[in-house]
């Protein structure tokens, strides 16, 4: 059974940094694809980025230029890195994982395991 564990949320201010993380265990197969996804109070489930096991990457508009996901294979760990965060960047942060490269999975909908969640709280 895969198992995802995020951590690393918090309390940042309005253009500080925070590190996310997401530990993988159990049996994974060699294909997959990996997503962050975050939801924010009163909306739904919103994609953020994701990537496969070559490192082919993809960001959401809201975030690109200021998140960076990033994969450590020998610890399967995956990391999304945020920088210049905002106030709009609070939400419940989760990581999820499907067994089809990216470019095969759909939205949220699609991903077969996922987190607990992790909460990511911006003051201005």
């Known amino acids: 059974r895969v198992r995802l564990r995020e951590s690393g949320g918090g309390s940042a201010q309005t253009g500080g940094s925070l590190r996310l993380s997401c530990a993988v265990s159990?049996?994974?197969?060699?294909?997959?694809?990996m997503g962050w996804f975050r939801q924010r109070p009163g909306k739904g489930r919103e994609q953020i980025g994701d990537i496969d096991m070559d490192g082919n990457l993809m960001y959401a508009d809201s975030v690109s230029g200021r998140f960076a996901i990033s994969q450590d294979n020998n610890n399967n760990i995956l990391y999304l890195e945020m920088n210049k965060l905002k106030p709009e960047d609070t939400a419940m942060y989760y990581c999820a994982l499907d067994s089809f490269v990216c470019a095969a999975v759909g939205g949220a909908g699609d991903f077969e395991y996922w987190g607990q969640g992790t909460q990511v709280t911006v003051s201005s």
């Open positions: 159990g049996d994974t197969d060699t294909t997959y694809c």
